[in-house]
């Protein structure tokens, strides 16, 4: 079990356009759901945290408006680019935990190239 | 700040033994993880340490000194399979994870 998927795997979109990015536990129930980016040859970067039922937390110099995250039921975090610009392109990476343990398992990641 | 050190690169070939140090600078610490990354996929989870010590996963090991702030990643019989990026992360005290920059490892034949 732990298995985490996201849709879609890659999204090609125009500057200007928002983009939503679904991230799902398929066989457990995740209390709490990250979000990463991760450019190229670079290190993943936490973006924010969230928890089911409540808001997101996101990390400094992240722009909350800009990055909508939703957390709506124990299995089901969605991330919108809202406004894309080119810079956004870069692969997004979800992970999930369940309650009281620390491991995190991680999705396939979404590739996102804004043009 | 948070801060975590590994080498940017390492070479090594097939049948041989490699170590990736990693070396933390964290605000809490639960635990030190390791995550393989093949190019254009996910990180998949390799190993956790939460006390001092070696754990051993087949052909994988990694340490911990908490005292040292220091960990490695130890990999033994390389594959050419084994060339990915190796990151080493720590879970801090409010149990996110923070990143080290990575470390390629290249196996030659």
């Known amino acids: 079990g732990a298995v985490v998927s996201q849709h879609p795997s890659w999204v090609i979109c125009k500057s200007g356009t928002s983009v939503k990015i679904e991230c799902r536990s398929l066989?457990?129930?995740?209390?709490?759901m990250f979000w990463y980016r991760q450019f190229p040859k670079q290190s993943l970067m936490l973006m924010a945290t969230?928890?089911?039922?409540?808001?997101?937390?996101?990390e400094q110099g992240v722009e909350k408006d800009k990055f909508l995250i939703n957390h709506a039921s124990l299995t089901l975090s969605t991330l919108t680019v809202t406004s894309a610009h080119p810079e956004d392109s870069s692969f997004y990476i979800c992970?999930?935990?369940?309650?009281?343990?620390?491991?995190?398992?991680f999705g396939p990641g979404t590739r996102l190239t804004v043009t | 700040g948070q801060s975590l050190e590994q080498p940017s690169e390492v070479t090594a070939v097939e049948g041989a033994i490699v170590q990736i140090n990693c070396t933390y600078q964290t605000s809490g610490f639960y635990g030190l993880s390791w995550y393989q990354q093949h190019d254009g996929g996910a990180p998949t989870f390799l190993s956790y340490n939460a006390l001092d010590g070696l754990e051993e996963t087949g052909r994988f090991s990694s340490f911990l000194s908490r005292s040292d702030s220091y960990g490695y990643l130890l990999l033994q019989e390389l594959q050419m399979k084994d060339s990915a990026s190796y990151f080493c992360?720590?879970?801090?005290?409010?149990?996110?994870?923070?990143f080290g920059s990575g470390t390629r490892l290249l196996v030659r034949p």
């Open positions: 992970s999930a935990s369940r309650e009281g343990g620390n491991e995190q398992y």
């Open positions: 066989d457990f129930q995740a209390t709490t």
């Open positions: 992360a720590v879970m801090d005290s409010s149990y996110k994870l923070i």
């Open positions: 969230s928890n089911e039922g409540s808001k997101a937390t996101y």
